[in-house]
């Protein structure tokens, strides 16, 4: 639970959040980047710097021009790409490795976006990345209660307002994303599965229930100054946390992925 202790310091009341990036976090801990860095979905650069703090030489992407904008204010990058990460047309082979946390399974084209980043890393260099998987789609809990609930209709369009809003168009297999990153030219050195059933059942009724909309934005705009009136929500959410890691019976199937790719020499 260290890996939690430490992400509080960015999510501390947004309970989804904490629950998924401790779980990418503590899988980060076992690997290394070789610099120089291309970050893939940089977003502001906050959990680049808290996973990477002695990284220095990292080059970022995001689509967002705003997102991009930030991340350059961040001062974690020395270079920000505002473009789709199929279209960043960097130079080939200048990276010694790339990262992607949780951005891969929301970018269109995803055969190209994988080409692209094979393409700008040297032969032998890595591509670290996270992403979610299948189980994300199976394990959807709000949607399902409002099924059995006697809603299909709202179940549905809990569904399709969920993915509509991460813009979820690579919900794959974990042998789908090994596959797509071996036709990209990247050989799976490792893979991580996080996030299994019960944490994934957990987190998914948080992320939807936080992202339902209302008559003006979402509910989460209601609780997350909810919980930081809270001074000990981090610690108690953790104790659940915990909880449910006791009752895991599988941890070889989560609804998250890390894989560790190397470009083919």
Known sequence: MGAYDTVSQLYPHVPPLLLWRAWEYAAYQRFALSEPVLDIGCGDGHYFRLVWPNVQHVVGIDMDEGVAVAARQSGVYQTVYATPADQSQIPSGIFGSAFANCALEHMDRLDNVLSEICRSVRPGGTFLLSVVTDKLIEWSALPQIASLLGAPERAQTLQDDYTGYHHLVNPLSADGWAEHLQLAGFDV?????????????????LDQFWHVKRAQGEVGDTLHPYLAGLPQF???????????????RDWSVGCGAVFLAQRRI
């Open 189 to 205: 050195l490792e893979y991580i599965p996080i996030v299994p059933e019960l944490s994934g059942r957990l987190f998914l009724f």
């Open 234 to 248: 981090p610690r108690a959410f953790k104790q659940i946390i915990a909880g449910f890691l006791d009752l895991e």
